[in-house]
């Protein structure tokens, strides 16, 4: 077995995060320069947040590398989160560290 010189893009999402508040999360990742995709299928509000009729929401955006990765809340709320993977490349890593970093605006 070999190492692959490159992957070629998922057309769907590849990783994703559980957030407590998926609209402060969207905001937060915006104001770092994260662009979230609008799918023409799936009507989003004006953050491209997309809601399902259980109350589940999720939004979708692009690493640097093209591949899809999304944020999501969920009515049941958010338990056991996984640590984040140290194999995870460098981007995946700031993604997922950012997304855990408590608000301090609010302190």
Not at 47 to 75: M, R, T, Y
Request: a positive charge; one cysteine or more; proline letters at 7%.
């Amino acid at each position: 077995m070999g190492k692959a010189k490159t992957l070629p893009s998922a057309p769907h999402t590849v990783l994703g995060w559980k957030v407590e508040n998926i609209s402060s999360a969207v905001s937060e990742l915006a104001v770092k320069g994260v662009t979230f995709e609008r799918y023409i299928s799936m009507k989003c509000d004006e953050q491209g947040i997309f809601a399902f009729p259980n109350g589940d929401k999720v939004a979708w955006f692009e690493d640097p590398e093209g591949k899809v990765l999304s944020i999501s809340q969920h009515v049941i709320g958010i338990k056991n989160v996984a640590p984040v993977d140290s194999r995870a490349p460098p981007h995946v890593r700031k993604i997922a560290i950012a997304l855990r970093a408590p608000d301090r605006r609010s302190q």
